[in-house]
T-cell receptor, first 113, second 113 residues
Framework: DAGITQSPRHKVTETGTPVTLRCHQT?????MYWYRQDPGHGLRLIHY???????DKGEVSDGYSVSRSKTEDFLLTLESATSSQTSVYFC????????????FGPGTRLTVT | AQSVAQPEDQVNVAEGNPLTVKCTYS??????LFWYVQYPNRGLQFLLK??????LVKGSYGFEAEFNKSQTSFHLKKPSALVSDSALYFC???????????FGTGTSLTVIP
């Protein structure tokens, strides 16, 4: 988890409210990713970023948006939270190049009631 | 389509015995393969990777994995299991033509004292 922090670590929110999760890195890595982890599904990619203001969708992007205005910060926003978005969310970073492994943050447990 | 399969949700092994956690993959282009471990309430930690070269790769904590191109497999192994190896293990693949990682659904390993 070194060099990557996520905030908040736990959040309970109500259906229909907006929620923003923050990932902050001190490693100056180019690539940043948001995943959700659910039982039986493993990790599924929501969105990723390959540079400041450069983002792309993953396999489960519906209902989520992202922004990256600085190298060190990658924000995930649920515009109107739904119960199906109750999950554990992980941020990950990768060094430049395709052969490098990812390093993961500690996760954010989000509950939508 | 890129995908990873971990056919066993749960693997139990006695302490001191060898362990194997299975992974097969499907990817266009050349695969970059990774194993990660997750302890309770933690993010994923990198164990080892195969990029090119020797089919047997060695990683952290005495783990190793064998890349088999003809069987499209990348099984994780350890000669002698420890109780502290009990955790959730994820296999991941990345194509040499893309930015995304694809994860399996995870295998829960329990080492019985």
């Amino acid at each position: 988890d070194a060099g990557i922090t996520q905030s908040p670590r736990h959040k309970v929110t109500e259906t229909g409210t907006p929620v923003t999760l923050r990932c902050h890195q001190t490693e100056n890595h180019r690539y940043m990713y948001w995943y959700r982890q659910d039982p039986g599904h493993g990790l599924r990619l929501i969105h990723y970023s390959y540079g400041v203001k450069d983002t792309d969708k993953g396999e489960v992007s519906d209902g989520y948006s992202v922004s990256r205005s600085k190298t060190e910060d990658f924000l995930l926003t649920l515009e109107s939270a739904t119960s199906s978005q109750t999950s554990v969310y992980f941020c990950a970073i990768t060094d430049r190049g395709l052969v490098y492994e990812q390093y993961f943050g500690p996760g954010t447990r989000l509950t939508v009631t | 389509a890129q995908s990873v399969a971990q056919p066993e949700d749960q693997v139990n092994v006695a302490e001191g015995n060898p362990l194997t956690v299975k992974c097969t993959y499907s990817v266009s282009g050349n695969p970059y393969l990774f194993w990660y471990v997750q302890y309770p309430n933690r993010g994923l930690q990198f164990l080892l990777k195969y990029i090119t070269g020797d089919n047997l790769v060695k990683g952290s904590y005495g783990f190793e994995a064998e890349f088999n191109k003809s069987q499209t497999s990348f099984h994780l192994k350890k000669p002698s299991a420890l109780v502290s190896d009990s955790a959730l293990y994820f296999c991941a693949v990345r194509s040499n033509t893309g930015n995304q990682f694809y994860f399996g659904t995870g295998t829960s390993l329990t080492v019985i004292p």
